[in-house]
């Protein structure tokens, strides 16, 4: 019986959780597919509120990457030398190419289709 009355209180605790918290970043990708059976089960709870606020962050992560190479801060100090950046960015891109990472460009485009899509399925539920 204790086991059965643990059980139900942790899974009102996950379910209370997941349909309150929001993923740590863009869990979808441009054709709507949700990554993750945890971020799944958020939009199965949550709904029009996971998908909005899918759709701000990845506004905010497009203008994040836009902005990133303006406004590059080194240990406190910010590189206006353009060489400085350059070559700054140079070395992440090759960083992020060895971690398998997307980093720049090609991360906007994607992120831009996800908000595209992301638009029309806000809007097709109003």
Known sequence: MRFIKLSVVLGVGLLAF????????????KTGKIDGLINKTREFLQG??????QLKEANRQVAYWLEAPKN??????????AEDRDEYL?????????NKQKWGRPKIM?????????????????
């Open 18 to 29: 997941l349909s309150l918290s929001d993923p740590s970043g863009v869990v979808v990708d």
């Open 48 to 53: 029009e509120k996971f998908w909005g606020s």
């Open 72 to 81: 590059i801060i080194v240990r406190g100090y910010k590189l206006e030398n």
């Open 90 to 98: 140079k070395v992440r891109r090759e960083e992020a190419k060895k």
């Open 110 to 126: 994607a992120l831009k289709e996800i908000i595209e899509m992301l638009e029309q399925r806000t809007s097709e539920s109003t």
